[in-house]
């Protein structure tokens, strides 16, 4: 999704969302690992979209991609929305694998998880894998991604990658179900939290 489009079609509108009122933030902290840098971090009233990668990637080269952005104009659950979602993001593969959608409640919250595992988007070389993670706050929805793009393969679930690099690449999809988990989460006053006290805490908004 996003701006690398690493599967087309939802990213549109995703984006004509708006974001929640200032009482209410969701807090990404800083992804492990290599230096991520904004690709985008826009703010037009109260809509936000955040799009990050890692230093020395470009959007024209991209392979990892983190996006954030809110929802106000759906009152979906959060699985309902993610089913939706996943289901709109598979039409433009040729292969695909979907997990999910999994629900939680995190700080009284609704959550749902999400996976999808794009063999081969159509019409192009590569696949992607999407993991996400959706909140409903009080006022929105809030969608964050975190994107691998892949090369192409007819098995979703299994990138054509040397043994190495595979292992590697398992690694960083274990690291991005534990940073969606324990790493992206909703700052409000009405469910006040230990780790929402600090005042530098990173924020999509």
Request: aromatic content about 8%.
């Amino acid at each position: 999704m996003g701006i690398g489009r690493s599967i087309a079609g939802v990213a549109g509108w995703l984006a004509l969302a708006s974001a929640a009122s200032a009482a209410e933030r969701l807090v990404l902290e800083p992804y492990p690992g290599a230096t991520w840098y904004d690709v985008i971090n826009q703010k037009n009233g109260v809509h936000f979209i955040r799009e990050q990668m890692p230093q020395g990637q470009t959007p024209q080269n991209f392979q990892d991609l983190l996006t954030a952005q809110s929802i106000t104009d759906r009152q979906d659950a959060p699985a309902s929305f993610l089913s939706a979602t996943m289901a709109d993001l598979a039409q433009n593969c040729d292969s695909v694998t979907t997990v999910g959608p999994t629900t939680a409640e995190e700080a009284g919250r609704q959550v749902a998880y999400g996976r999808i595992y794009c063999g081969r988007q159509k019409g192009q070389t590569y696949g992607a894998h999407i993991f996400f993670k959706v909140i409903k706050g009080s006022d929105a929805l809030y969608v964050v991604d975190r994107d691998f793009r892949v090369p192409g393969s007819d098995h979703p679930g299994a990138p054509l990658l040397p043994d190495d690099q595979a292992i590697t690449f398992l690694q960083s999809e274990g690291a991005a179900t534990r940073y969606l988990t324990d790493k992206v989460y909703l700052c409000d006053p009405v469910f006040p939290e230990a780790r929402c006290s600090g005042e530098a805490l990173p924020t999509a908004k």
